[in-house]
Nanobody, 123 residues
Framework: QVQLVESGGGSVQAGGSLRLSCAAS????????MAWFRQAPGKERIFIAS????????RYADSVKGRFTISRDNVKSTSYLQMSSLKPEDTAVYYC????????????????WGQGTQVTVSS
């Protein structure tokens, strides 16, 4: 069983940037696709971005395309989410996940969840 721990969340003003990290332990993630989801208050958890096992393929939700970048370092067993040009509507708890496929974006595609990290964007 893999354990995922997110970090890097915090408060930032609109237009700012944050980099989230997701460190895996207990089992290597080097052969698994990874993804990031987020959940705003009172809303469902939704897909944000995914990446295949090697990092050669990525996929993004339309709402973050061009602003967020997902990446991974298999040596460090860590996934990253670089967030730029942040907007107040990006405020949410961000979760990383091991998923069954980088092309699937439903919550039912998730094998393992992290505990989440809060991102708050003020206007």
């Amino acid at each position: 069983q893999v354990q995922l721990v997110e970090s890097g969340g915090g408060s930032v003003q609109a237009g700012g940037s944050l980099r989230l990290s997701c460190a895996a332990s207990g089992r290597t993630i080097s052969s698994y696709p990874m993804a990031w989801f987020r959940q705003a208050p009172g809303k469902e958890r939704i897909f944000i971005a995914s990446i295949n096992w090697s990092g050669s393929n990525t996929r993004y939700a339309d709402s973050v395309k061009g602003r967020f970048t997902i990446s991974r370092d298999n040596v460090k067993s860590t996934s990253y989410l670089q967030m730029s040009s942040l907007k107040p509507e990006d405020t949410a708890v961000y979760y990383c996940a091991v998923v069954v496929s980088w092309v699937v974006d439903g919550n039912d595609a998730v094998r393992s969840w992290g505990q989440g990290t809060q991102v708050t964007v003020s206007s």
